[in-house]
């Protein structure tokens, strides 16, 4: 639907090359994607379930008469968003980087695009290279939620205390433990080596205007759920539930049951990955 013929037809064909002896180099490309995860089990591929890495592949490979391994900067669960994912692959193919923007763009679903596309060094990988994220929570207090907003932001009806909680999310600023705030079961607890659940956060703001919040957290990186926990526990600040001497001593308890709910997944989207 809405596809160029005249331009597509070409990337579907396999490389040529004068030699059929001679290998063609692999190449390494780099996208950035944006996502609408409404109908998606997460980024993940899964065998069963739609996702994100899934559905780009199956493109991928079309597109180059070749199987497709996409290296995506993180994993997002289902629900999440994104507006600047990162991921690679290797290829033989030699279509043109703008045409895997529209050629691929011509065959994802309309709730997935590809906004870039560029040639890296072989040894860049999205995940690895990564260093840091910067995600951001949305949030709408009005009481009645409308309905253009029920997949992209959080319901949260009321009046908030935003000086505290801009308080508690200036104590997260710097390199902390955020075991508090890390889903049960993201990690292996008996692997002692790695940085095990520190994290260091660069910035994290809290922006407010009729009737909508938007918390903007940006560190080196991140545990499964940290954020949504974080909303979640900051959430119950601006509500009056809890001080922010008590978001701290949470912080510092190191212990996820001294945090608040999970914040639901469709306010949470991934921003930009930084390299």
């Not at 590809?114 to 890296?120: K, Y």
């Not at 009046?159 to 705030?181: K, N, P, R, V």
């Not at 001593?249 to 306010?267: K, N, Y």
Request: hydrophobic residues 40%; glycine residues 10%; neutral net charge.
């Amino acid at each position: 639907m809405g596809e160029d013929r005249t331009f597509v037809r070409p990337l579907f064909s396999p490389p040529m090359s004068a030699d059929p002896t001679r290998m063609l180099l692999e190449r390494n490309i780099r996208l950035l994607i944006a996502y609408d995860g409404t109908a998606y089990a997460g980024w993940q591929r899964q065998a069963q379930l739609p996702t994100i890495q899934g559905v780009i592949e199956g493109k991928i490979a079309l597109m180059t008469r070749g199987k497709a391994l996409l290296h995506g900067a993180g994993r997002t669960d289902a629900g999440v968003h994104a507006l600047g994912m990162v991921a690679n692959f290797q290829t033989q193919a030699t279509i043109p980087c703008q045409g895997f923007v529209k050629g691929m763009n011509s065959l994802l679903p309309r709730d997935i695009r590809i906004l870039a596309a560029d040639e890296v060094s072989a040894d860049f990988h999205a995940r690895f290279q990564a260093k840091g994220k910067r995600y951001s929570y949305h949030v709408s207090t009005q009481p009645t939620l409308l309905p253009h907003q029920r997949l992209y932001s959080a319901h949260f009806p009321g009046t908030y205390d935003f000086s505290s909680m801009q308080a508690a999310l200036d104590s997260i600023l710097g390199e902390h433990d955020f075991s508090s705030f890390e889903a049960t079961g993201s990690r292996d607890l008996t692997i002692a080596s790695g940085r095990g659940a520190v994290r260091r956060i660069f910035s994290s703001t809290l922006c407010h205007h009729d009737k909508t919040m938007i918390i903007s957290i940006h560190g080196d990186g991140f545990l499964r759920h940290m954020v949504r926990n974080i909303a979640g526990t900051v959430l119950e600040v601006g509500q009056g539930k809890r001080s922010v001497t008590d978001f701290i001593e949470t912080l510092e308890a190191c212990d996820r049951a001294h945090a608040g709910p999970t914040a639901p997944a469709q306010g949470l989207f991934l921003d930009e990955v930084f390299y």
